[in-house]
């Protein structure tokens, strides 16, 4: 039987504005809040204001120690808007919750543009599905605020040539040079495997199963399955029943070194975080 590694997590004060995230201590849990009437999952629930902010709000009482908001779906099949219909749409959440919650927020976007505009109205983070290779001018956007950014990998289509883990490392490789060439220091990137970007159901789950691997580049890891079609296909159920396989993913993931995961049901998540942090991180006597 293959043992396992349980010193895979990395001590990094993760400095997100007057906030500080030391990774390696205990699993950060992000909380999801969609601004967006498409989204997979929760599309249309938080379009408006007021209920955004109040979903943030339970998020954060129920344990989450940073608040992702996304303006733009990227579910498969999803419509691409403009930067303009982003921007409305993140702004006035994002200047709300500055004032009205006391955690981190994370922007979920891949448009410098949308980007700097949501860091000027105090955003901390960013959180780049396509790695910082889609629009380049988000690494100098990044840079110059000094932020944390999420270098999630991605890619289109689902065919990779040799080994799945290998081609997402060469991935990582070409973003975090792109970073640091930017000017990004390096104690501010965060990876992301990707789960359910280019990937099929298959390689979701290889990857799954070799996460720890990821941990050989050197950076801290972020983790997002919730609800995610990898548990939905495998298990045959709907997004509003796969609860149980997103608590699956996430104790794997801290398992193997994962330091922040993303969710949407977060009291539950950082249930389990916890006692699997007590497990895999120690903090407990005897």
């Known amino acids: 039987m293959r043992s396992i590694n349980y010193q895979l997590h990395r001590n990094v004060?993760?400095?997100?504005?007057?906030?500080?995230?030391?990774?390696?201590?205990?699993?950060?849990?992000?909380?999801?809040?969609?601004?967006?009437?498409?989204?997979?999952?929760?599309?249309?629930?938080?379009?408006?204001?007021?209920?955004?902010?109040?979903?943030?709000?339970?998020?954060?009482?129920?344990?989450?120690?940073?608040?992702?908001?996304g303006g733009e779906s990227t579910r498969?099949?999803?419509?691409?808007?403009?930067?303009?219909?982003?921007?409305?749409?993140?702004?006035?959440?994002?200047?709300?919750?500055?004032?009205?919650?006391?955690?981190?927020?994370?922007?979920?976007?891949?448009?410098?543009?949308?980007?700097?505009?949501?860091?000027?109205?105090?955003?901390?983070?960013?959180?780049?599905?396509?790695?910082?290779?889609?629009?380049?001018?988000?690494?100098?956007?990044?840079?110059?605020?000094?932020?944390?950014?999420?270098?999630?990998h991605n890619q289109d289509g689902t065919d990779y040539y040799g080994d799945i883990i290998e081609a997402m490392c060469l991935f990582f490789q070409k973003s975090i040079k792109i970073a640091l060439n930017a000017g990004i220091d390096s104690d501010n990137l965060i990876l992301d495997p990707g789960i359910g970007f280019g990937k099929t159901t298959?390689?979701?789950?290889?990857?799954?199963?070799?996460?720890?691997?990821?941990?050989?580049?050197?950076?801290?890891?972020?983790?997002?399955t919730s609800r995610k079609s990898l548990i939905g296909k495998t298990l045959d159920l709907p997004t509003t029943e796969r609860l149980e396989g997103t608590l699956a993913t996430t104790t794997m993931g801290i398992i193997q070194g994962v330091d922040i995961v993303r969710v949407h049901d977060v009291l539950e998540n950082y249930r389990v975080a916890k006692l699997t942090d007590m497990i895999v991180r120690g903090g407990f006597d005897g």
Not at 49 to 67: R, S, T
Not at 205 to 210: D, G, H, W
Request: net charge negative; hydrophobic share 45%.
């Open 202 to 224: 298959k390689q979701n789950l290889i990857v799954m199963s070799r996460l720890g691997e990821l941990n050989d580049l050197g950076y801290p890891l972020l983790l997002g």
């Open 13 to 69: 004060d993760l400095q997100c504005g007057k906030y500080h995230l030391a990774l390696g201590k205990k699993t950060y849990i992000m909380g999801i809040l969609n601004v967006t009437p498409d989204s997979f999952s929760d599309g249309g629930n938080y379009i408006d204001i007021d209920k955004a902010v109040e979903h943030a709000k339970k998020m954060v009482a129920a344990g989450a120690d940073i608040i992702d908001i």
């Open 76 to 152: 498969p099949g999803h419509t691409i808007i403009s930067e303009t219909e982003e921007i409305k749409r993140l702004l006035p959440v994002i200047e709300r919750l500055t004032n009205e919650i006391n955690v981190p927020i994370s922007v979920d976007t891949y448009k410098a543009n949308v980007a700097e505009m949501a860091l000027e109205r105090g955003a901390h983070l960013i959180n780049d599905i396509w790695g910082l290779q889609k629009d380049q001018k988000l690494a100098q956007v990044v840079a110059k605020f000094n932020v944390p950014v999420i270098i999630m």
